[in-house]
């Protein structure tokens, strides 16, 4: 990947804000037996605009497939853990956990960012997941600075999430970011060893993405549906993924919400 100059790194953080705003406007627009997934992915549209960037995933065509995405966000839905798509016939429904994931970029510079959020009340098993999902990204971000290793993120993450007893997404992987949604050459697994791994270096920027579930975290995918991955358990899995920047200030959130 090619290593960001600071100014870079700044329009990374334009597109990031809007990110994060854009998820705070899907989060808070859900009314539990009303709202759809299509209707938050619309919201999701009308947000980025509002701050001057563009859906990045809408037109978009993943390494991992044959056509381009055709919607603003991914929303997944409990047992399915990510790239799930937004639909005019889901109605979210009270105790349903959900994952909203979308890239926002400003100028051409992407920050992807997700969140998973309760819909009214939900499982206090629901909730732990959510709260060690959440907190394993923020032990894999403590680790990204200059010097240490791409393992030291994702040993990170790994040892949380198996003393917590979540299961670990298999296969799915965080990834750099910059010019476009996914830059090649940069996997940042969710599982590692501490010293291994890619030397992190000032100037890299990439999204950090613990997917776990409350049973084993083995994936399924569906014939009829290139998209969405679900838990071959069928168990509740989230997803909370920060674009971040190495900095000699140690590691740099690019997709916080603005400090206003
Ligand atoms: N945030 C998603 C990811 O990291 C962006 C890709 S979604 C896609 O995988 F379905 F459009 F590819
Ligand atoms: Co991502």
Same mark, same amino acid.
């Given at each position: 990947m090619k290593l960001k100059t600071e100014?870079?790194?700044a329009?990374?953080?334009?597109?990031?804000k809007a990110a994060a705003a854009s998820l705070i406007a899907m989060r808070e627009a859900i009314v539990p037996g009303?709202? +759809?997934?299509?209707?938050?992915?619309?919201?999701? %549209?009308?947000?980025? =605009? @509002?701050? /001057?960037?563009k859906a990045a995933l809408? #037109?978009?065509?993943?390494?991992?497939?044959?056509?381009?995405?055709?919607?603003?966000?991914?929303?997944?839905?409990?047992?399915?853990i990510i790239h799930g798509v937004p639909r005019r016939g889901y109605v979210l429904?009270?105790?349903?956990?959900?994952?909203?994931?979308?890239v926002a970029s400003?100028?051409?510079?992407?920050?992807?960012?997700?969140?998973?959020v309760p819909v009214g009340s939900v499982s206090d098993k629901a909730k732990r997941l959510l +709260?060690?999902?959440?907190?394993?990204?923020?032990? %894999?971000?403590?680790? =990204? @600075?200059? /010097?240490?290793?791409?393992?030291?993120? #994702?040993?990170?993450?790994?040892r949380f999430a198996e003393q917590q007893r979540c299961g670990i997404a298999e296969d799915l992987v965080g990834h750099g970011v910059g010019v476009s949604v996914h830059e090649p050459g940069l996997d940042v697994p969710n599982r590692g060893r501490?010293?291994?791994?890619?030397?992190?270096?000032?100037?890299?920027?990439?999204?950090?993405?613990?997917?776990?579930?409350?049973?084993?975290?083995?994936?399924?995918?569906?014939?009829n549906d290139p998209w969405t991955v679900w838990t071959k358990d069928h168990t509740l899995a989230a997803h909370f993924e920060h674009t971040v920047a190495i900095t000699e200030n140690g590691p740099l959130i690019l997709t916080l919400p603005a400090k206003d």
């Open positions: 100014n870079e790194i329009a990374m953080r334009e597109a990031g009303e709202t +759809t997934t299509l209707q938050l992915d619309e919201i999701a %549209g009308e947000t980025l =605009a @509002k701050y /001057g960037a809408n #037109g978009y065509k993943p390494p991992f497939s044959k056509v381009p995405y055709l919607h603003n966000t991914c929303i997944s839905v409990n047992d399915e429904h009270d105790g349903d956990i959900v994952g909203l994931d979308l400003v100028d051409g510079w992407c920050a992807d960012s997700a969140i998973t +709260t060690v999902t959440r907190e394993a990204l923020h032990k %894999g971000i403590a680790q =990204a @600075k200059a /010097g240490n290793h791409m393992g030291d993120v #994702g040993s990170a993450i790994q501490a010293g291994q791994g890619v030397r992190l270096l000032l100037g890299m920027t990439f999204a950090i993405e613990p997917m776990l579930a409350l049973g084993k975290g083995v994936t399924l995918q569906k014939n």
